[in-house]
C-alpha cells in the first residue's frame, strides 16, 4: 500500500465508515460461527468490530510493521498472524467464517488471488462463509494505487472463480464504486 492508503485507513473517519457503514452492509445479521478468519487486518479498521460479533477473531497481515501496530493495538492474545493471503499458514477446515474487506485488489495478480480464493476456501470449515468487498476498477481507484498494487477483480467473473476454487452459492451485490460478495464452502 502507498502513503495515502495506509494514511486513510489509519484514520478515525475509515474506521467509522467500516464499523457503522461497511461491516453492517457486508456481513448484516450473518452467523459468523466462533473464529473467524479476518483477511488483511492492516491497521485494524474492522478488528474491533469483528471481535464483537464472534468469540474468536484471528486477524491476517501481510505487512510485518501493521502485524506490530496490530497486535499492541489489541493486546495479546488478540491472533494477529503475520502471512500471505494466497498461502494461508492455519491447517484445513479452521475457521466458521472469513472477511476481506479490500484486500484482494491488493494482491499482485489474478493468479494469487485464485490461490486465495483456493486457500480460503481450504480453511473453512464445511458450511464455512467468505465475505468480502472490493472497489470497481476505474481511473480514480487507479490514481489512489499509484505506486501501489492494484489488481482490480472483475465481477462479471467472480462467480466461475469462486465456484472454481470449490465455493457454492455465491451472491454478488454491486454498489456504486464497488461490490460485495459471499461464497460459502460446501460440505
Same mark, same amino acid.
Given at each position: 500500500?502507498?502513503?495515502?492508503?495506509?494514511w486513510?485507513?489509519s484514520t /478515525?473517519?475509515?474506521?467509522?465508515?467500516?464499523r457503522?457503514?461497511? =461491516?453492517p452492509?457486508l456481513? *448484516? /445479521?450473518s452467523d459468523?460461527?466462533?473464529?473467524l478468519l479476518?483477511i *488483511?487486518?492492516?491497521?485494524?479498521?474492522?478488528?474491533a468490530?469483528?471481535r464483537? %460479533?464472534?468469540?474468536? @477473531?484471528? /486477524? =491476517?497481515?501481510y505487512?510485518?510493521?501493521?502485524?506490530v501496530?496490530? $497486535? &499492541?493495538k489489541n493486546?495479546t492474545g488478540?491472533g @494477529?498472524? &503475520?502471512?500471505?493471503a494466497?498461502?494461508?499458514?492455519f491447517a484445513d477446515?479452521t475457521?466458521?467464517s472469513a !472477511? $476481506?474487506?479490500?484486500? =484482494?485488489h491488493h494482491l %499482485? /495478480?489474478?493468479?494469487a &488471488?485464485d490461490r486465495?480464493f483456493a486457500e480460503v476456501r481450504? !480453511? =473453512?470449515?464445511?458450511?464455512? %462463509?467468505f465475505f468480502a468487498?472490493?472497489i470497481?476498477?476505474?481511473?480514480f481507484n487507479?490514481?489512489?494505487?499509484?505506486n501501489?498494487?492494484f489488481? #482490480? @477483480? &472483475? #465481477?462479471d467473473?467472480?462467480?466461475?472463480?469462486?465456484?472454481?476454487a470449490g465455493? $457454492?452459492a @455465491?451472491?454478488?451485490? #454491486?454498489r456504486?464504486g *464497488?461490490f %460485495?460478495?459471499t461464497?460459502?464452502?460446501?460440505?
Amino acid at each position: 500500500m502507498n502513503v495515502l492508503e495506509n494514511w486513510y485507513c489509519s484514520t /478515525s473517519f475509515w474506521r467509522w465508515m467500516t464499523r457503522a457503514r461497511l =461491516l453492517p452492509w457486508l456481513l *448484516g /445479521s450473518s452467523d459468523l460461527g466462533e473464529h473467524l478468519l479476518e483477511i *488483511g487486518a492492516g491497521a485494524g479498521a474492522a478488528t474491533a468490530e469483528l471481535r464483537k %460479533r464472534v468469540p474468536h @477473531v484471528t /486477524s =491476517l497481515e501481510y505487512d510485518p510493521v501493521a502485524v506490530v501496530r496490530l $497486535a &499492541q493495538k489489541n493486546g495479546t492474545g488478540a491472533g @494477529v498472524v &503475520q502471512g500471505d493471503a494466497a498461502a494461508l499458514p492455519f491447517a484445513d477446515r479452521t475457521f466458521s467464517s472469513a !472477511v $476481506a474487506v479490500l484486500v =484482494l485488489h491488493h494482491l %499482485r /495478480s489474478r493468479e494469487a &488471488q485464485d490461490r486465495t480464493f483456493a486457500e480460503v476456501r481450504r !480453511v =473453512l470449515q464445511p458450511g464455512g %462463509r467468505f465475505f468480502a468487498f472490493e472497489i470497481s476498477e476505474g481511473w480514480f481507484n487507479r490514481l489512489i494505487h499509484t505506486n501501489s498494487t492494484f489488481v #482490480p @477483480v &472483475q #465481477p462479471d467473473a467472480l462467480a466461475a472463480r469462486l465456484t472454481s476454487a470449490g465455493f $457454492a452459492a @455465491v451472491t454478488l451485490d #454491486p454498489r456504486p464504486g *464497488g461490490f %460485495r460478495f459471499t461464497a460459502s464452502r460446501s460440505a
